[in-house]
């Protein structure tokens, strides 16, 4: 497995489901915070947040991305996912924090060691991140990353009884060498 450092307090752990009760517990405790954008929250089990960590390591093995957790402190916070598709040299990126770890920069401090991953070791071309178009933190921390607009799937997601349109942000490897490069 692995384990990154995003900075001296802070890292990602490839989880596996021997984590899942752990993790799931804070997932719980951020549950109505949460909910508000990611529609898998409300309805989420322990058996079933399993077998999605079960379906990450297999991506892993498969190097088709990973779901890592975001430990602060010795704490779980968070997680991370990279979803690749290989066939594109492309990749969606997604996360959620804790409500309690919000706030903090910790999130862009991930989602940047995660895109510098893509770019860099897996040898990606375009990654995308999607948001509901109501969730602003976390479209701050694409935004944050030099991640561009593209454009509004409306009515893209169905959380809480309604859909919400989603927000579909794009960044290029090119464009992320100019943005490391300062330039």
């Known amino acids: 497995m692995f384990s990154l450092r995003v900075d001296d307090e802070s890292e990602l752990i490839l989880v596996t489901t021997a984590d899942a009760d752990a993790l799931f517990a804070v997932v719980r405790q ?10 898998w929250v409300e309805n989420l089990t322990v058996d079933g947040y399993r077998d999605f960590l079960r379906q990450g390591v297999v991506r892993f ?3 088709l991305g990973f779901y890592a957790a975001i430990r602060r402190d010795q ?17 969606s990126l997604g996360y959620w924090l804790a409500e309690a770890s919000q706030g903090q920069g910790l999130m862009t401090r991930a989602a940047r060691t995660v895109t ?3 770019f860099t070791e897996y040898g990606l ?3 995308e991140i999607r948001v509901a178009d109501e969730n602003r933190p976390s479209m701050a ?4 990353l030099g991640f561009r607009l593209e454009g509004v799937l409306h009515q893209g997601e169905w959380v809480n009884d309604r859909f919400h349109n989603v927000l579909c942000y794009g960044l290029l490897a090119a464009e992320w060498r ?3 490069a300062g330039r």
């Open 125 to 127: 071309n375009r990654l």
């Open 178 to 180: 100019d943005i490391e």
């Open 30 to 39: 951020s549950r109505g915070y949460l909910k508000r954008w990611l529609g």
């Open 75 to 91: 704490q779980w916070v968070g997680a991370i996912e990279l979803r690749i598709d290989s066939a594109n040299l492309s990749a």
């Open 116 to 118: 510098r991953l893509a």
């Open 141 to 144: 921390v694409a935004e944050r």
């Open 61 to 63: 093995g498969e190097g």
